[in-house]
Nanobody, 127 residues
Framework: VQLQASGGGLVQAGGSLRLSCAAS????????MGWFRQAPGKEREFVAA????????YDADSVKGRFTISRDNAKNTVYLQMNSLKPEDTAVYYC?????????????????????WGQGTQVTVSS
């Protein structure tokens, strides 16, 4: 599956952005999806994940209550709504897909559980 992330940009602290990740090349509803981010000089970290049908989500503590992951299987797209952005949210954001073989409610929280990655989209939050 190919993943194309978009929606990044420059925003002031307290603002909002919505990232999108469009999938192609396979049946989107077979994949659990996730968002990760990598800030300059830091390792890539988990942000949020969602199960194949969207019934289960999981957010990192650092974004809990501010970010929301969702998906539209009819549009082959996963979203990350980011509110109340902080300068420490500045990073390149990546979407990732993990092939599932059942209609499970599993969410994947580690990089090595994902099979495919998008190219990343830059989010910069100014103070």
């Amino acid at each position: 599956v190919q993943l194309q992330a978009s929606g990044g940009g420059l925003v002031q602290a307290g603002g909002s952005l919505r990232l999108s990740c469009a999938a192609s090349g396979d049946t989107f509803s077979r994949y659990a999806m996730g968002w990760f981010r990598q800030a300059p000089g830091k390792e890539r970290e988990f942000v949020a994940a969602i199960s194949v049908r969207g019934g289960t989500t999981y957010d990192a503590d650092s974004v809990k209550g501010r970010f929301t992951i969702s998906r539209d299987n009819a549009k082959n797209t996963v979203y990350l709504q980011m509110n109340s952005l902080k300068p420490e949210d500045t990073a390149v954001y990546y979407c990732a897909a993990a092939r599932e073989y059942s209609l499970s409610r599993v969410v994947r929280r580690t990089e090595n559980e994902y099979d495919y990655w998008g190219q990343g989209t830059q989010v910069t939050v100014s103070s």
